[in-house]
């Protein structure tokens, strides 16, 4: 893997990392989705996944331009994540216990996201709005699911 430095290599590193984010985020709605009860709970899962998507399709058109192939997960965040959400399913599959899954996958997730937004502030405008947008997709589900917690 190239390591870029400067504008373009901030601009590649916060592109790496919204990819991440967008995987993971996927990844623990996909995990999660089918046990929920409420169809409106399901309806917003399933409609913050497609702005997931979306946002991945947009950064892969930019990681691409960047003749980068993204990333993925971390993988002990990822199996740690994948663990807690078991354990708790186990004791309790109840729309409440997805949300508050939901909700702390997010606040990480937006803290994570802010941390690189920060660390990479010389990213160039489309790959910062990108992760501006992906934050707000994060911050507008947690607030739409608190009523199911």
């Not at 999660?32 to 991945?56: A, M, R, T």
């Not at 309790?92 to 660390?119: E, H, P, W």
Request: with cysteine; charged share 35%; hydrophobic share 35%.
């Amino acid at each position: 893997m190239q390591e870029y430095v400067g504008r373009d290599g901030d601009t590649v590193k916060l592109l790496r990392e919204c990819d991440a984010g967008i995987k993971m985020g996927i990844s623990s709605i996909d995990d999660v989705v089918d046990d929920v009860q409420d169809l409106n709970f399901k309806k917003l899962l399933c409609d913050c996944k497609l702005q997931h998507e979306k946002l991945g399709m947009e950064v892969g058109e930019l990681l691409d331009l960047h003749s980068d192939e993204g990333k993925d997960p971390n993988i002990m965040a990822k199996s740690m994540s994948w663990i807690k959400t078991e354990a708790k399913m186990m004791a309790d599959r109840s729309d409440a216990t997805i949300a508050d899954l939901m909700t702390d996958g997010c606040n990480m997730g937006v803290k994570s996201l802010s941390r690189y937004f920060n660390q990479y502030s010389s990213a160039d405008e489309k790959s910062r709005d990108i992760c501006e947008r992906l934050v707000e997709v994060e911050l507008g589900l947690t607030n739409d699911i608190r009523k199911y917690l």
